[in-house]
């Protein structure tokens, strides 16, 4: 075995990012993801304003290392053909809102009565249950439904989204947890069986230190920008230089070296600041003093410094400076070659396995560019390989 999930195939019919995003992370452990299309191919492929060739950005970062079946699945035809391949892979991934599956005659219902080992896995913005469950809804509006954009920001921004797609990032990460756990289940039971997830619950869930202390104190938890409650000092400070750097002295130890470092005789002398309650208390004392001495220096002076005294901190890096960083280079990028879009780099997956490691073994996939190759690898009649082909020159 050269790949973790080498020999699993995965029926892939999402769209956009939260179920693409997971279902690359299938495919980065070595799973065949067949990406399955309607002829006018994923909306992600439109969305946004930077393309490489015929391609936005956001759907060559999410569709590597899979493979492109286009299939009409509001004809009588498509849905026969889903139906016939569902029945020879190991996986069926969609992030459809309730119902929709259902009317595409790909629900789990239809597709595990004739594949019992199917493991399918879906998600959705509120659920298949409930009364938000056919509302539709994006990470925006999870962001804001969930509470954590009433965490995000301080009391001068208000609510705040998180600068990433959070909701979009953290439901395909877990819901690959939970395809991974279904099939060591089908391991031992030899049955499938469903997953499910919405992107509420799996943003809900993920804010766990922030909902323990609603359930402990019954107090709704406030915006505290970069902030912590229970640390300080724990926040950014401007240099002179108008740069950023993030610290954290989370001990009385590291307390004492920060202060050191940066020259806060003051604060250092201050018998009120010498415990981790008392900075707790005097966080405003805490946060002047140190605001006061990284103003006086640029940022580099204080890299040299804070890196000397081995203090706890990071300068507010920008994308250029994360990516010529030659580590990162090495480990975390990756140029593919496509057909259309050329040359251009990704991130690789970061999960290191020593004996079947993650690889990007193709370029995200044309629209329909495997449609024929699939078909018949399935063993489907000569005429649906012909209909699919033709759907996808927009011939039909």
């Known amino acids: 075995m050269s790949s973790a999930l080498e020999g699993t195939k995965v029926l892939d019919f999402t769209q956009m990012m939260n179920g693409p995003f997971g279902t690359m992370l299938l495919a980065d452990f070595g799973a065949d993801v067949i990406k399955v299309e309607p002829p006018a191919g994923d909306t992600m492929r439109l969305t946004g304003e930077t393309f490489l060739g015929d391609d936005a950005v956001y ?3 999410l569709n590597r290392n899979k493979r492109s079946v286009v299939l ?3 004809a009588p035809e498509g849905q026969h053909t889903a139906q016939e391949m569902a ?16 009317k595409l005659g790909i629900s789990y219902e239809k597709l595990s009565s004739a594949n019992p080992r199917l493991i399918y896995c879906s998600t959705s913005a509120f659920g298949r249950t409930g009364a938000d469950s056919i509302r539709p809804g994006m990470d925006p509006v999870v962001q804001a439904m969930s509470g954590i954009m009433q965490l995000t920001g301080d009391e001068q921004t208000g609510p705040l989204k998180t600068g990433m797609p959070y909701a979009d990032l953290i439901t ?5 947890i939970g395809v991974l756990a279904a099939i060591q289940s089908r391991n031992v039971t030899g049955r499938g069986q469903r997953v499910d997830l919405s992107m509420l619950d799996a943003t809900i869930f993920s804010m766990i230190p922030r909902d323990a202390y609603y359930f402990a104190t019954g107090e709704t938890p406030g915006r505290i920008g970069n902030a ?3 640390i300080v000092p724990y926040n950014t400070y401007r240099t002179s230089d108008d740069r950023h750097v993030m610290v954290i002295a989370h001990t009385d130890k590291f307390w004492r070296v920060l202060a050191a470092a940066v020259g806060a005789e003051a604060l250092l002398a201050d018998e009120r600041l010498k415990t981790k309650d008392g900075r707790l208390a005097h966080r405003d004392i805490v946060d002047a003093g140190l605001a006061e001495a990284f103003a006086k220096q640029p940022l580099a002076h204080w890299n040299e410094k804070l890196l000397e005294a081995q203090a706890m901190f990071s300068p507010v890096l920008n994308f250029q400076e994360v990516f010529e960083d030659p580590r990162v280079q090495r480990d975390l990028v990756e140029e593919l070659d496509h057909p259309t879009a050329g040359k251009f780099k990704v991130v690789t997956n ?8 993650t690889s990007i073994r193709r370029p995200p996939p044309t629209i329909g560019q495997h449609t024929d190759e699939i078909l018949r690898e399935f063993g489907l009649a000569a005429k649906d390989a012909e209909q699919a082909a033709a759907a996808t020159l927009g011939t039909e």
């Open 350 to 357: 970061p999960i290191r396995l020593s004996e079947t490691p």
């Open 172 to 176: 395909p990460l877990l819901s690959t």
């Open 59 to 61: 759907f060559l970062t």
């Open 87 to 102: 029945k020879q892979v190991d996986i069926v991934v969609e992030n459809f809102r309730p119902g929709i599956a259902e």
């Open 72 to 74: 009409d699945l509001t």
């Open 228 to 230: 912590h409650w229970q």
